[in-house]
């Protein structure tokens, strides 16, 4: 089978996280600023699209090489082998970017890289005339960074955030592969209390969930490379049936999403019901000054409301503290609390034992972390 040069892209901050997802699933792989390299098979392609939680996109790379000018960008494009992934009528946009890069006008980039393609296609298919593309869609882009072109195609399609489970949404949503990297960065593990005092759509507690359970997070989900031709028909199928079987159907996970806004909280079950996972969380209307719990050892996660959000600081800050004097006495549970905030710690009343910055979207946010005492060994 034939091997291709990989690349797994992610938000800034996280790529670490799907470097680690990737030497799980047993690749060796190089991590880079937004990015992660590794090599696989089209079996590969179908398996890391399925299984991977913090990704955005799985890509094959085509061609890396230096572009000063557009007769460079125009050559070397036209000198890789399009042919043995495109087929004659495939429908292949390209998108662009330019970044300290003396080809700085993206849509001219996109058009010269466009035109080799065309023309290599064409004289390989012995094609006059325009192209038909009129089948399978094989999304493009060139990206130039300091006069380095890496053209890539996407095999993912719609980003892999897109789990397929998300019915309904709050004002300000936070990404699935966001919080699933967000569960990944705390202590928590399926034997552990799980707490969401705002869980608003649910989504933190539900890509909790499906981590407890195994269940691959692209499961019930379509990719835009199921269709091309280089994959063998069943594929994809063997690794959904792979990932089937690996689900824990005996596991009961301690999961309870709360929040002011009783509407919130009936949009987090039906998005729960869709993942599969509504029998492992309850969700329940609450105040965050409401929570008392009896339990040790558990773990507190959070994406609050923030002022650049909701423009309402005086309320904002008022639930700040009352997270603070409700959870600090919970001396055994550790709390993670993302916010855009960055005097945050100032009004929960207690310095974090660690910060994290990461990026939600454009908006820098930081994850707060306040860790709990160990439990002892027995």
């Known amino acids: 089978m034939t091997t291709y040069q990989l690349l797994a892209t992610a938000a800034s901050g996280i790529e670490g996280l799907v470097g680690r997802e990737l030497k799980d699933l047993g690749y060796d792989r190089e991590v880079e600023n937004g990015r992660v390299r590794f090599d696989g098979?089209?079996?590969?392609?179908?398996?890391?699209?399925?299984?991977?939680?913090?990704?955005?996109?799985?890509?094959?790379?085509?061609?890396?090489?230096?572009?000063?000018?557009?007769?460079?960008?125009?050559?070397?494009?036209?000198?890789?082998?399009?042919?043995?992934?495109?087929?004659?009528?495939?429908?292949?946009?390209?998108?662009?970017?330019?970044?300290?890069?003396?080809?700085?006008?993206?849509?001219?980039?996109?058009?010269?890289?466009?035109?080799?393609?065309?023309?290599r296609l064409s004289s390989v298919y012995h094609r006059r005339g325009r192209l038909p593309e009129t089948g399978h869609l094989y999304p493009i882009e060139v990206s130039l960074l300091k006069d380095t072109a890496l053209i890539t195609i996407d095999t993912s399609g719609s980003s892999l955030f897109k789990r397929g489970y998300r019915q309904e949404k709050g004002g300000a949503p936070l990404k699935e592969?966001?919080?699933?990297?967000?569960?990944?960065?705390?202590?928590?593990?399926?034997?552990?209390?799980?707490?969401?005092?705002?869980?608003?759509?649910?989504?933190?507690?539900?890509?909790?969930?499906?981590?407890?359970?195994?269940?691959?997070?692209?499961?019930?989900?379509?990719?835009?490379?199921?269709?091309?031709?280089?994959?063998?028909?069943?594929?994809y199928q063997n690794e959904r049936i792979v990932a089937k079987k690996a689900i824990n159907q005996e596991i009961q996970l301690d999961i309870m999403g709360c929040d002011i806004d009783h509407r919130m909280i009936e949009i987090a079950k039906r998005n729960a019901e869709a993942a599969g996972v509504d029998d492992q969380i309850t969700f329940k209307q609450m105040q965050v000054k409401d929570f008392t719990t009896d339990k040790d050892f558990g773990i507190i996660v959070s994406n609050p409301p923030y002022g650049q959000r909701l423009?309402?600081?005086?309320?904002?800050?008022?639930?700040?503290?009352?997270?603070?004097?409700?959870?600090?006495?919970?001396?055994?549970?550790?709390?993670?609390?993302?916010?855009?905030?960055?005097?945050?710690?100032?009004?929960?009343?207690?310095?974090?034992?660690?910060?994290?910055?990461?990026?939600?979207?454009?908006?820098?946010?930081?994850?707060?972390?306040?860790?709990?005492?160990?439990?002892?060994?027995?």
């Open 41 to 119: 098979t089209t079996q590969d392609i179908a398996k890391t699209n399925l299984q991977l939680r913090t990704a955005d996109r799985v890509k094959i790379i085509m061609g890396e090489f230096t572009a000063k000018t557009f007769d460079d960008l125009y050559e070397k494009t036209k000198a890789l082998p399009w042919e043995t992934i495109l087929p004659m009528d495939a429908e292949f946009p390209v998108a662009g970017k330019s970044v300290k890069s003396k080809l700085h006008s993206v849509p001219n980039c996109q058009k010269m890289v466009k035109k080799a393609i065309v023309d």
């Open 177 to 235: 592969n966001m919080a699933a990297a967000i569960m990944k960065l705390t202590t928590w593990f399926p034997d552990k209390p799980l707490l969401d005092p705002t869980c608003g759509s649910g989504t933190l507690l539900i890509e909790a969930a499906l981590m407890g359970k195994n269940i691959a997070p692209g499961l019930f989900r379509k990719f835009v490379s199921e269709d091309w031709d280089i994959f063998q028909a069943d594929e």
């Open 311 to 378: 423009n309402d600081e005086e309320y904002i800050h008022n639930l700040y503290r009352q997270m603070g004097d409700v959870y600090r006495p919970l001396k055994t549970w550790s709390k993670y609390i993302l916010t855009s905030d960055l005097a945050f710690e100032e009004y929960y009343g207690e310095k974090a034992t660690k910060r994290r910055k990461l990026y939600n979207g454009s908006l820098r946010t930081d994850l707060f972390q306040f860790w709990g005492e160990r439990k002892r060994r027995q």
